[in-house]
Each structure stands twice: as C-alpha cells, then as structure tokens.
C-alpha cells in the first residue's frame, strides 16, 4: 500500500503510488529518455490561450441552439423552455466548474478518463472513455449528415445527390485534422469567433424585433405568453402537464449544451493550461447566460408555440434545416425576406465546425483510451506534427456511416442516433461529477489545501453532488414520454409502445453499466482510496513545460505583436 500523499509546495512530486509515464506530455513531442520512438507517442501542446478561449465559448453553439429549440417550444411553450435551458445551464457550469478544477491542478493528455483512471476506479476511466468515444463517432457522421441537408436548403437533392456534399465536408475536416493541432486550432478559433457573432447578431435582432424595430414595427412583447400562453400542457392537463412541459425541455437542453466539456479533451494539447483552461471555465458562465439564457428568453417573445410554419418546418426536410428554425420563423413573421438565407449559411458553418471538433475529440479520446492501457497501444502513435494518425483514422472510417444520408429512410435512423448521443452525453456529465467528487476527497484527506489550485470549483464538493443527482434524474427519465403512450394515442388508433425509440434512448445505460463491471471483473480493479489517490505523477514534469512557456512569454513580451494576436486583441479580445 502506498504511503498517503501530503502537500508539500516546495516539492511538486510529493509521494507516489504508482507513475504513470504515459501521461506525461512534452512540448516537443519527446519524453524523459527523449529516445526516437517515445517521439512519436505523445501531443504537442499547441494550442494557443486565446484559441482555447474561443473553443470554449464556441464549443455548445451548434445547431441545438438554432434548430433544436424549435421542437420544444413547440411541445412545451416559451416558459417551459426558459425554465429548462436555464436549470441545464446551472447544471452544464456545476460539469465544467468540476472538471476546471482537476485539469487546472493535472492537465493529463487522457482529458477527464484519466481523472476517472485515477481518482475513482480504473474501470469507471474505461467505460467514461469508450462511452465518450462512441458519442463522437455517432454524432460526427450525423453532423456531415446534417450539413448536406442544410445544403438541400438552396439546392435540392434531386438536382444534386448529397453525398456529393458530404464527401466534400469529409475530405476538408480530416484534412484539417490531420495537418496538426496548430492548424485546427487557428482553424476553429475562427469559426468559433464567427459563431460568437452571429449569436450577438441573433440577440441583437431578437430585441429589437420583440421591440416592434422590424418592418412590420409590430411589437410582440410578452404577447405569445398570453396567447396562446407561456405554457403547452404536456401529456396531462393542468399543473401536471405544466411540470410535464418542463420537464421534456431538459432532455433538447442537455444535447443542446453537451459539447461544452471539450475544454477536458483539449487540456493535453493546450499551452500554459493553468492560466488558460480556468479562464475559459469561468467564461462557461457567462457564455451560458448571454447566449443561451438570453436568447432563449427573447426567443419566446418572437414565435408562438402553435405557429404552424414553426411546426411544417420541423416535419420536413429532416428538421435540419433553416426552415426548422424558430429564429429563421420570427424572421418571416417580421417581413425580412433576405436573412433566413444568409442564417441557413450561417447554420452551415456550425454544423461544420461541429463535425470538425467532433472527429478532433473521437480521435483524442482513442489516443487517451490508448495511453490508459485500455485501448490497443498502436493508437498511441503520433506522426511529428503530433496527430495520433491511427486513432484518427478508425474515427475517420467511422464517418462513412454519414452516406447514409443519401438515403431518405436513414434519417429515422440518424433520429435514434440522438437519442444515443444524448444519453452518452449525459453519462459523460455524471462521471465527470464522480471524478471529482473523489478528487476533492483525495485532495483533502492529501491535505491539498484550496490555494494550492490554480481554480476551484465555486460550490465545490457539494455543488457537484447535487449536479450529480440531477443528472441522474434526467438520464433516468429521459423517456418518461414513451410510457404516456396511451394517453399520447390519436383518437380510433390503437396504442402502440416504441421499442426502437425506447432501446436507443435507454441502451448507453446497460452498456456503461456492462462495460464498467466487465472491466471491473476481468481487471480486478478496486476503487481508489483518497489517502491512496495519485495526484502527483506527470504533474512536475507539466510544471516545468508551465515554467519554461511562461519564461518564454516574459523574454517575448513588449515585443511586436503578430497580425494575429493585434486582430484578436482589438476585436474578441476585448470583448471577451
């Protein structure tokens, strides 16, 4: 048995139980024995503050946000869907708050697997790993998807067959992944920085459109609230379908935000990540509340949950285009006729970056998976720009299931997809929460104290406990609709129960479970004592790559600034 850690802040290494080579990462590509071949088993550190910065603030804007709040307003009603975005927001800060506060003291290349690795049990890192992996490579070739249908927006698919324009957005996203971190970083700081703008811009213009600024210099105020109402009765009538409402809201919130905790996986390729990753936990908050707390609240004053363009778009084309939008419906209830064009580009270009960051964090979860020992070491490898070439490669090959596209009846497929997605998301959320809920014991019972960490969760332990049970409570009743279909039933039907939407939406649960008490059984893992967790390995070696950036900064500060960095400073620098 390992001697108990204790925190000492002259020693950075403090006592260990076991070392953990694997994790520690070089600047340079290069290890402790800088031998050729360890060369080629680690992530360069490249990317640069202000683009972690813009990754994190743009990371959950997607087509959630502008197409899924559509659906729920439609079913729950403009107060419902305040309610639910603003409690799953709390919820999605109480993740990021937990996970700034482990990557902000270890920032491992494995991202949050290898906090679950460490601080919980080696089979709950397993199982958190391969859960995130197959979350990505479900959702990366729904979003290739998802762009050739944006696309049927101005061209239809008779004319042209969509697999043209999925071949295209696939050639371009491995292209971009593969010609190193440096490249896709400077590459999805400007799509996130184009992002941020149109979501100012849809703010702007939610307000003074609810302000009668429009052509049509109609007013709409809180006048949807009242009719038909800030509420749709869900399911049941009365205060039941009210809470009902509510409650349905919880599940398109969650998929809309889920994304956010991308900040983990980019912890290992991150410069100075103790300045950068609790900058961009605490701009999570803010983000939260502008862009979705915000919007979502002037949304409700633009668009009636009865609205029948509202509901004629979101039944056709597969619900992802422009049409399915409920700000591309407010725009037409206003009388503007050329900005539903100018935002259905502007959703291609999230749907885009989503499928890009997304084979960024299928590939970067294969490598973590590998480093941990629970994947085949050979996805380890790196070419010398840093890319783990064969952990992206089997992501890639994975994306080919987006030619299914081509085919119309697929779309019902890509449908249960999401409900997969979804709950893999959510499982992500809840191990993260456990990890560090280990962490702040293990930390404590080290005597690790609060100023030792470069952030700390604002409501700490506690708060991540009750995320936690949150959490669960959604996971556990995210199909609590399929059981009302007797009452949901049309008049002279028969009441059927969907299996399929019923499997997909529950089936991560029994495989998280299976994978975790598999690797458990056949491993012989135990869970980690607090006074026996290891919060030391790999983390003097991170110190001295912290110590070395930040000598470099200070010999390069009052220097001329690059074209770059003047551009940002001047513009989202500031602002931001």
Known sequence: MAAVNTYNPASSEGSQEKVYPDDVVNINGADNNDDADSMHHHLHRGLKARQITMIAIGGAIGTGLIIGTGKSLVQAGPAPLFIGYTLVGFLCFLVMAALGEMAAWLPLPSGFTGYATRFVDPALGFCLGWNYWFKYI??????????????????????????????????????????????????????????????????????????????????????????????????????????????????????????????GVTVGEAANPRKVIPRAIKLTFYRILLFYVVLIFLLGMLVPYNSSDLAKGIATNGGSTAASSPFVVAIKLSGIKVLPGILNACILIFVFSAANSDLYIASRTLFGLAHEHKAPHFFTYTDKRGVPVFALGLSVAFCLLAFLGVNTASYTVFGYFVNLVTMFGLLTWISILISHIYFVNARKAQNIPDSALAYVAPLGKWGSVGALIFSILIAFFKGFALFAYKATAKKGTTPVFDTRTFVTTYLGIPLYIIMFFGYKFIMKTKVIQPETADLYSGKARIDAEEAEFLAAEAEKKGGPETKMEKIYRRTLGNLF
């Open 138 to 263: 479900i959702v990366t070739p729904n979003n290739l998807t998802a762009a050739s249908l944006v696309i049927q927006y101005w061209t239809p698919r008779d004319k042209i067959n969509p697999g043209v324009f999925i071949a295209v957005f696939l050639v371009c996203i491995v292209a971009i992944n593969y010609f190193g971190v440096r490249f896709f970083g400077e590459f999805e700081f400007w799509l996130s920085s184009i992002k941020v703008v149109v979501i100012l811009g849809l703010i702007l213009l939610s307000l003074i459109l609810a302000c009668g600024g429009g052509p049509t210099h109609h007013a709409t105020g809180f006048e949807y609230w009242k009719n038909p109402g800030a509420f749709h009765e869900y399911i049941l009538p009365g205060a039941g379908g009210r809470f009902l409402a509510v409650w349905s809201t919880f599940t398109t919130a969650v998929f809309a935000y889920l994304g956010t905790e991308l900040v």
